[in-house]
């Protein structure tokens, strides 16, 4: 029996101003390449044990030959987490079980939409946008209680389209509306093997509580991933801001308004930044309760990103085998058999002085800060770096991504 595709694109964004560009393609299975697609659009959610995201960043940066790296864990969990609710067996452990989602997906979902979205309070430095869709080819058969599963744990709204150029523009227009204008576009087109679609769409805009002074940007010296030295602009303050270093890393966390903060980690000499996310990733909880204000110098250089990636290869080197092949199991989304062609996302970021505009990342530092007798330690980011933007009280982490050229886009 020929399976139909089922297609996932995440959507993610970060960001202070600018927009993305680049368009992504699906890419179906090469013995697959002829049967229709589902389409699924997403963006990533991280889990409690905070592991999930530090082994999608590590995957990224052994895989990507990019000098910076945006993702959104978070989206990447929403969108799997609504392919998950149609998939059955092997297929449908392997999806929870890779993306740390547990038996009970939905309900943590449902949970973190309404922390996120209702119980945010957003003024004019700040706002913040969830939002799930699923896009139905019309005339394909799908199970209603996968459609009323997706309503009622992620709110997502659902429409039954012909899949020709006018649907394509309906899709990146809310693309587009969700993202604040960061992510204008998401497809190119849809083909004749494309059967369903299925999106999140993240968006988070945040000022910093301590803005960086812009008369104290100057251009100062980073050597970049490739070795090469060069000149960026780089924000510079003295504040007390919780911190932490080991061996591995050292780690600096600067609040945002709006309940997030974002974390800053820098790679001890000689140490791989895939390897400091997976580090920093392992023992998560720890690492931020170890955190102490300090009185810290701080370099930090301005950067943005624009990033558009497969998901497909680091998912399955995590533990995603059969939803991608002829084994896939989709029976609780329509009785035609199915497999997953690819998963995309795209990400936006920028970080300057007032703040960063966000689609997915939240990062919670736990306990309590304990103050030291006065001492200064330095961090000066001036080689590749991680990053990620986690929600306090709760160490969900929206974004994650790495810094290898702050001037490259």
């Known amino acids: 029996m020929i399976k139909k595709a089922l297609y996932a694109t995440l959507v993610a964004a970060v960001a202070s101003c600018g927009t993305t560009r ?22 990533s959610r991280i889990t409690e044990e905070g592991t999930f995201w530090g082994g999608l960043l590590g995957e990224a940066c052994r895989q990507s030959k990019s000098e910076n790296i945006c993702l959104s864990p978070l989206s990447a969990q929403f969108a799997m987490a609504m392919v998950a609710n149609g998939a059955e067996g092997k297929t449908k452990t392997e999806i929870l079980d890779a993306m740390q989602l547990g038996d009970s997906a939905n309900i943590k979902s ?109 251009d100062r010296k980073f050597t970049t991933e490739k070795g090469e030295e060069i000149k960026v602009p780089t924000m510079m303050m003295r504040s007390n801001e919780p911190f932490y270093s080991d061996d591995m890393v050292a780690m600096i966390s600067k609040r945002l308004q709006g309940g997030y903060t974002m974390l800053f980690i820098l790679p001890a000499e000689g140490v ?36 558009s990636t ?59 800060l304990s103050m030291r007798p006065p001492k200064i330690e330095v961090m000066t980011f001036d080689r590749p770096f991680l990053y990620a933007i986690i929600k306090d009280n709760s160490n969900d982490v929206l974004f994650a991504g790495k810094v290898g050229n702050p001037t490259a886009k």
């Open 310 to 368: 497969s998901l497909k290869p680091m998912l399955s080197n995590l533990g995603i085998k059969r939803a991608f092949g002829s084994k896939a199991q989709f029976g609780d989304i329509s009785d035609e058999a199915l497999f997953i062609s690819d998963v995309i996302q795209k990400t936006y970021i920028n970080v300057n002085e007032k703040g960063t505009e966000a689609a997915a990342v939240t990062m919670a530092i736990a306990g309590a």
């Open 110 to 218: 449902r949970k973190l939409l309404d922390d996120i979205v209702r119980k945010t309070v957003w003024n004019e430095h700040g706002d913040v946008r969830i939002a799930n869709s699923i896009w139905i080819k019309e005339g394909f058969d799908v199970k209603q209680e996968f459609v009323d599963t997706n309503k009622e744990y992620f709110d997502a709204l659902v429409e039954s389209v012909k899949f020709n150029q006018e649907s394509v523009k309906r899709v990146n227009d809310w693309c587009k509306e969700n993202t604040n204008g960061k992510i204008p576009t998401i497809l190119d087109r849809l083909t004749e093997n494309d059967r369903m679609l299925l999106i999140n769409a993240l968006y988070l805009k945040a000022a910093w509580s301590k803005p960086f002074q812009e008369q104290n940007t100057m």
């Open 22 to 43: 680049n368009k992504v393609e699906a890419t179906p299975e090469s013995s697959l390449e002829n049967s229709p697609t589902i389409a699924v659009t997403a963006e």
């Open 272 to 307: 791989k930044c895939d390897d400091a996310a997976e580090y920093v990733a392992k023992d998560f909880e720890t690492l931020l309760q170890n955190m102490e204000v300090r009185d810290v110098s701080l370099s930090l250089p301005k950067f943005t990103t624009d990033f």
